[in-house]
């Protein structure tokens, strides 16, 4: 396979988990490493009254866990796109197309569950 | 004493310096690439140029925003949450978007170092969106923070 359509696959995928794992973190209200600028320490849980930021915990969980997705599609790639003995092949125009609007369509719909989210929690709709 | 607290407001100046070349650089960005959709291919080197830029002007902002949140989220967030928690509302879509933002900069990135515009059209199926959606958040953000800091800027 071409290191561009590589980059390409591991990119769309890469792009839509982080958006997917960040609001799983909203969805699912995981519980994250918390930091309390106050005490200059970090907590899984969240006390309430006290300043704490969660927004640390949450990209990191989001990158990691997008990355630990696109690692293991790194690896099984070659293995889908390899058929009948052939070992390279390249991603079909129609496959391109499709790959990057679904990529597309699911991080917009993330950011307007953000988007969503925080303005419903905090009183703008 | 807050995290880098005495700092704050020189860092927050550095914040906005950088957030002017990253705005300036994706915007111009965003123009060449419009001109792709159009079948305009000629100012490839200056669209590649901006990329670099624009992701690395993102890094710096980004981390010195993590680094002064600390001390917003102490000294200044207080305020908005009890007098004006619709603020906090637009502040948190901010950051939430500025981190998902962070990883499709560098997707953006390696994907605009790995093909050329105009010999793999497909490509610009992820590509276009990615630089619409990149331009939506670095405004929103600039929007946003210019209001909150008109409101209250530091303590």
């Known amino acids: ?125 | 004493m807050v995290f880098l607290e005495d700092f704050y407001e020189i860092m927050l100046l550095i914040h906005l310096f950088a957030t002017f070349v990253l705005v300036g650089s994706m915007t111009h960005n965003l123009l060449i690439v419009v001109g792709y959709l159009r079948g305009k291919f000629g100012r490839q080197k200056l669209e590649w140029l901006y990329v670099r830029v624009s992701l690395w002007a993102y890094v710096i902002v980004y981390v010195i925003g993590a680094l002064i949140y600390p001390a917003f989220r102490v000294r200044i967030r207080p305020d908005f949450d009890q007098d004006i928690p619709w603020a906090t509302g637009l502040f948190e879509v901010k950051e939430h978007w500025g981190a998902v933002g962070l990883a499709l900069f560098f997707v953006y990135y390696f994907l605009r170092k790995s093909f050329q515009p105009n010999s793999e059209k497909e490509k610009l199926f992820l590509y276009v969106p990615l630089c619409f959606l990149l331009n939506i958040i670095l405004w929103y953000k600039v929007i946003v923070s210019c209001y909150l800091t008109l409101l209250k800027g530091s303590w």
């Open chain 1, 1 to 125: 396979m071409e290191k561009s359509d590589t980059t390409y696959i591991i990119g769309s995928i890469f792009s839509a988990m982080t958006a997917i794992f960040y609001c799983c973190t909203m969805w699912f209200h995981i519980k994250l490493p918390r930091y309390y600028p106050l005490q200059h320490s970090w907590k899984w849980v969240n006390e309430k009254g006290v300043p704490s930021q969660g927004w640390y915990g949450m990209q990191a969980f989001s990158f990691l866990a997008a990355g630990a997705v696109s690692f293991v599609v790194y690896f099984i790639l070659p293995r889908l796109f390899a058929t009948g003995g052939a070992t390279e092949k390249t991603l079909k125009p129609a496959q391109t197309k499709i790959l990057g609007v679904v990529a597309t369509v699911i991080i917009v719909i993330c950011m307007a569950y953000m988007l969503y989210y925080e303005f419903d929690k905090w009183g703008i709709f």
